[in-house]
């Protein structure tokens, strides 16, 4: 009996690779960068920091940093393909504490933006002289 196709196998079931699941889930635009996150410790599953080929099964946590934004879910589905993002978010359930926390990042954001992000372009020849002197302590 030979196995054929790309059907799962019975111990196939029920857990995948941290790094694909992440890359399907959308939080990561590619599978290298998954793996940067998880390798720099970005990415925690169940509270430990882990390697990118580390099995992941349903009903576990994963703590993820991603662009600034940090989440904390639960694994509820697993998908081998990157699906669009209405059906990616069915793949994890976030806590409310994250919710609140990501909310509370964006208002914070949003009332303090990061310094010089209203600067459009080249700065003119009066603003050079303007650095120019106040690096130089003039």
Not at 18 to 27: E, G, M, S, V
Not at 68 to 89: C, F, K
Not at 96 to 114: G, T
């Amino acid at each position: 009996m030979s196995h054929t196709g790309n059907a799962p196998t019975h111990h196939d079931a029920g857990r995948m690779r941290i790094d694909k699941w992440l890359w399907a889930a959308r939080f990561f635009k590619t599978r290298s960068l998954a793996n940067q996150a998880i390798e720099g410790g970005h990415v925690k599953l169940n509270g430990q920091a882990v390697k990118p080929a580390r099995e992941l099964h349903i009903g576990d946590s994963l703590d993820i940093v991603a662009g600034g934004a940090h989440w904390t879910v639960t694994v509820r589905g697993l998908n081998e393909q990157r699906r669009p993002a209405v059906e990616a978010q069915q793949l994890y359930e976030e806590t409310p504490e994250s919710c609140a926390r990501r909310a509370l990042e964006k208002e914070e954001r949003q009332l303090a933006p990061v310094p010089g992000s209203d600067l459009r372009g080249r700065p003119t020849k009066k603003a050079r002289r303007q650095m120019r002197g106040f690096s130089e302590g003039y």
